[in-house]
Every structure is written in C-alpha cells, then in structure tokens.
T-cell receptor, first 113, second 113 residues
C-alpha cells in the first residue's frame, strides 16, 4: 500500500518570500505520478503541479516548482514570490497505475502581508 | 475546462435518514471518485468507479454505497446517516490514466444531527 506523509500541518510565509512544503511517500512501484493540489478556503481543490516519476527533471509551473528526490521518496513544493492568493491547504498526492490517488493529510499555508 | 458539479454545497440531515449526494461531470471521464475530507485526516477514498455500473470499495466504504447508472453521474448514498458521517464530501473525476490529475467538485458539507 502507498502512504503519503506531509510532516508540516501548518506553515506561514511572508508575502514575496519563498516557502517549501514537504512531502514524502512510500511505494514499491517504480512508475507513478505525484501531484500537488491546492484547496483555497471554501473553494474548489485544483491541481498545482504534476511530476512523472520516470522524469529526472523537476516540474515547474510559474512560481511553483518541485524538488523530486526519487531515491529518497521525497516530493517537496516550492512557492516563490508568495502572494496572498497562495493561502490555502496544500495536498500532496500519489497516483498508482490503477489511477487511484493517495493523499497526505495536508499543509495549511498562511501568507502574511 | 472540466466541470464537476455536486448537487448541494451544504446539507443537514437527521440520524437514520437516507442521504443522496449527487455528482455530475461534463468531460466524459471514465473514472469517478468519492472522498471524505476531515481535519487532520486528509482525503480518504470511500468508493470509486472505472465505468458505468462498475464500483469498487475504497479505504472507508462502511456505511456508504454508490451508484453509477450513467457515465457522467456518480451518486454517493448513506443508507442510514449517522453523526460520525458528518464531514466534507468531495467528488472527483479523471481520465482513465494514472498521469491524469483529479478534477474536483466544490464539495458538500454534510451535517448529521
């Protein structure tokens, strides 16, 4: 069975600063996909970024990037130039080849003006 | 853009009532999922479906059932609601590929009194 661990229940960052959210996972599979999702307060959960396990290059989407360490089973999310709109709960998720997602418990990010 | 619509944003039901949560997606996705979200527990998979009339149990199926009579609609049924089923329920859909991210509805906050 797959497990996903987000060790930081809460994080805070000053506006315009950089913050890194941690995620580790455990699996015996070699081919899989990792995702970060964002859930703003009272709003819909949306995809932030995706990483294919077979790719060594870290995924980047504008101010969001990942640090994917396959051997260490680590998948952290870096948010650069943080904005007030980045305040949300962030979930790390792991997809098996069967298409099922396993989620971490989430990290609540506060952005201070 | 994929739209996943959950019929109710907020729902209040009494213990013992039969409760239906409806979810509709408009992008011809094969896979549909029902998750339950509770503070500190992340998202837990209740049931999922890979095709019409097909269903599989997730991690916490007890007390729930599902129905998928049409590809675009996936219903979650609480046969006899209990107070411990008070929670946020999220519906999601995705293409039948492990690389595909989940597309979520807005969620239904169910309170059972």
């Amino acid at each position: 069975a797959q497990t996903v661990t987000q060790s930081q229940p809460e994080m805070s960052v000053q506006e315009a600063e950089t913050v890194t959210l941690s995620c580790t996972y455990d699996t015996s599979e070699s081919d899989y996909y990792l995702f970060w999702y964002k859930q703003p307060p009272s709003r819909q959960m949306i995809l932030v970024i995706r990483q294919e396990a077979y790719k060594q290059q870290n995924a980047t989407e504008n101010r969001f990037s990942v640090n994917f360490q396959k051997a260490a089973k680590s998948f952290s999310l870096k948010i650069s130039d943080s904005q007030l709109g980045d305040a949300a709960m962030y979930f790390c998720a792991f997809n098996t080849n069967a298409g099922k997602s396993t989620f971490g418990d989430g990290t609540t990010l506060t952005v201070k003006p | 853009d994929v739209k996943v619509t959950q019929s109710s944003r907020y729902l209040v039901k009494r213990t013992g009532e039969k409760v239906f949560l409806e979810c509709v997606q408009d992008m011809d996705h094969e896979n549909m999922f029902w998750y339950r979200q509770d503070p500190g527990l992340g998202l837990r998979l209740i049931y999922f479906s890979y095709d019409v009339k097909m269903k599989e149990k997730g991690d916490i199926p007890e007390g729930y059932s599902v129905s998928r009579e049409k590809k675009e609609r996936f219903s979650l049924i609480l046969e006899s609601a209990s107070t411990n089923q008070t929670s946020m329920y999220l519906c999601a859909s995705t293409l039948g590929q492990s690389r595909s991210p989940l597309h979520f509805g807005n969620g239904t906050r169910l309170t059972v009194t």
